[in-house]
């Protein structure tokens, strides 16, 4: 599908800004009854006579005029000073003259009334954890990645693979098909992982199951002995946090396994607590409700205060006691977040939500919580339910949507009936900031950001095996605010034209076949993300859009980035000086200083340098 083209000419974005970094508001954690100061730096070519900030008390509508707090040659920040009246402040800037009736939202500026929906926000719970901002997460389906030379029994459901064939496409045989991976593997090869230099590992489940993606749990209380039992996992924790490396664990809240010890226990006993965990219809053969309808995925009914009990709220829950020192998880990624407490008339999704984010705070608030979460809701992201999500719908599928290559991806395009459209640049950033506007900002840095995952394609496919293309994907990822995560193997360029043929192996034993220069691109970029204080604590700003290419800023209180990333080869000056910036110190790319950057390639490019006033 080829969307209709705009003028390559790029959109420059002079204009005013504000965003929830740490520039533009303070304190970062406010609690009701603080003094919050809220700041836009306007540039000096857009005028204006008044500016004021619109905001809500006690649901009522409130508005406070804007006063010079910092004059400069290219810019001046305004701002005002209020107080956080309620535990969550919806607030937009209105900018004034006589010709001139502009409103600032965090979706961005409008000659027009808008709708409270996209306000700027803040809220007063608790956050993320820090370290969360400075991670870069590596998603490892525990089959695939690394098999030990430890010897286990073949289960009855499984069919042996060889470890270097390629995933089966033939439905029967997907879930069955068994490479032998494990966590004394993942171990061994932990290496790679750190010389990687990412910081999290999130493990797709790694409980007992009848499948080889193991969403059918038969247990929540051990490790499968396929993948080494509770001994393997405690052993790569220790050695995982000897070098500071965090491990996400994958909960399916919204359904167990066919062979879990509950159902067994709710078909033998209709009178047991157990028979209040699920949905029962006679109409079926099994007599209960499965997932979508399929058996070995057996529905969680969260109406059962017992079921609450053990799976989040006692304090021996699933949720806690792998969190616990003993375990040592660093959070959870919850599967199918969407759609976990609802199934017909029953809506209990924010009930188990909220439960689960409460007894993750009651653990500890160094804990994470991330969930792969539909279409991206955003009541489910206003700061007290999941800290982010997986930003499928507002990073990965934009991104899929300018750089791809291929609009022949296998399994249609992310659950939609037709081929993948193709983006201009602007059409990229709407999309962005369609979704990230409808969030507070710190949910916003919350959410995980991936260009795929084990559930799709692979980016190395969708960009049709262009490695600088991809290079383009993976510098947005690890530029853009938000918590990256990079599929085990995308570092070395392998591919996949749908999620099954994606979870494919990778080769130890013939690095020749990785992709060795891109694999050095990848970790320049990793470091950077890790230790440059703008990208863990900067804002977010977009001074050129053009149909190729972006440029953008990303601003902390400690130091200021532009980054560049086209899709194509371009031949570009940019004017740094009506920005009020010049390069100085080149950190990634074409060694360039001076008030003008140039780009003249002939392929997807990046580049990011530090600049100064």
């Known amino acids: 599908m080829q969307s209709q083209q705009r003028s390559n000419s790029p959109s420059n974005r002079l204009i005013p800004h504000h965003d929830g970094s740490e520039l533009y508001v303070t304190p970062k954690s406010p609690r009701v009854g603080d003094s919050i100061t809220l700041r836009v730096r306007v540039p000096k070519s857009y005028s204006f006579q008044k500016s004021f900030v619109r905001l809500y008390e006690d649901g009522e509508p409130r508005s406070y005029e804007l006063s010079v707090l910092q004059k400069g040659t290219h810019e001046d920040w305004w701002g005002v000073t209020t107080t956080l009246v309620n535990k969550t402040l919806q607030y937009r800037f209105v900018f004034l003259a006589s010709d001139k009736y502009e409103w600032l939202t965090a979706r961005g500026l409008f000659a027009h009334d808008v709708h409270s929906n996209t306000d700027f926000k803040i809220f007063s719970g608790t956050r993320a954890p820090d370290w969360v901002h400075s991670s870069v997460f590596y998603q490892i389906f525990p089959d695939r990645f690394a098999k030990s030379d430890v010897k ?122 157990e028979r209040s965990f699920f949905y029962w219809d006679p109409s079926v053969p099994h007599g209960y409700v499965g997932w979508w309808g ?38 959870w990624r919850i599967d199918v977040g969407n759609m976990t407490g609802r199934q017909g008339t029953d809506d209990l999704h924010d009930l188990v939500m909220q ?100 559930d799709t394609a692979r980016m190395r496919t969708v960009v049709n095996g262009d490695r600088d293309r991809h290079l383009s994907g993976m510098a947005l990822a690890l530029t853009i605010p938000g918590v990256p995560s990079i599929y085990a193997g995308d570092e070395i360029g392998l591919e996949g034209s749908n999620g099954e043929a994606g979870r494919r192996t990778i080769d130890w034993d013939n690095q020749n076949s990785w992709d060795q220069d891109f694999l050095k691109g990848v970790k320049s970029l990793i470091q950077l993300r890790r230790t440059r204080h703008a990208l863990i604590n900067g804002g977010l700003r977009w001074l050129e859009i053009a149909d ?58 990046q580049g990011i340098w530090q600049i100064s006033s």
């Open 152 to 273: 286990r029994e073949l289960p009855d459901w499984a069919v042996a693979r060889n470890w270097t064939d390629l995933p089966a496409q033939v439905r029967s045989e997907i879930s069955s098909e068994l490479y032998g991976g494990d966590l004394v593997g993942v171990e061994e090869h932990i290496d790679h992982i750190e010389d990687l230099g990412v910081n999290g590992i999130y493990f797709t489940p790694f409980f007992p199951a009848r499948s080889n993606h193991r969403y059918d749990a038969s247990s929540f209380s051990e490790v499968d002995p396929i993948l080494g039992g509770n001994e393997a996992l405690d052993s790569l924790v220790s050695t995982a946090r000897s070098r500071n490396i965090r491990i996400l664990g994958d909960l399916t809240s919204n359904h167990c396994g066919a062979g879990h010890p509950w159902l067994k226990d709710a078909i033998a006993d209709v009178n047991s607590a």
């Open 294 to 331: 399929v058996p070995s995925l057996p529905k969680l009914n969260f109406n059962s205060l017992e079921l609450r009990k053990r799976m989040y709220s006692a304090a021996n829950s699933i949720v806690k006691q792998w969190l616990s020192p003993a375990k040592g998880l660093s959070g």
């Open 355 to 454: 439960g689960i984010r409460q007894a993750m705070d009651e653990a500890g608030e160094e804990f994470w919580l991330v969930a792969e979460n539909g279409d991206f809701v955003a009541s489910d992201l206003d700061g007290y339910g999941w800290h982010g999500a997986m930003n499928y719908q507002g990073f990965m599928r934009p991104v899929w949507n300018w750089l791809q290559l291929n609009t022949e991806i296998g399994g249609g395009f992310q659950g939609l009936p037709f081929q993948m459209p193709r983006f201009t640049g602007d059409q990229l950033v709407s999309s962005m900031r369609e979704f990230s506007s409808a969030i507070p900002w710190d949910s916003y840095i919350s959410c995980m950001l991936l260009l795929d995952s084990h």
């Open 548 to 605: 190729d290419y972006l440029l953008f800023a990303r601003e902390s209180k400690e130091e200021s980035l532009l980054i560049f990333i086209s899709r194509t080869g371009v031949d570009t000056e940019i004017d740094l000086e009506a920005h009020g910036v010049k390069l100085h110190e080149t950190l990634f790319g074409v060694e360039q200083s001076g008030p003008h950057l140039r780009i003249n390639s002939t392929t997807a490019t």
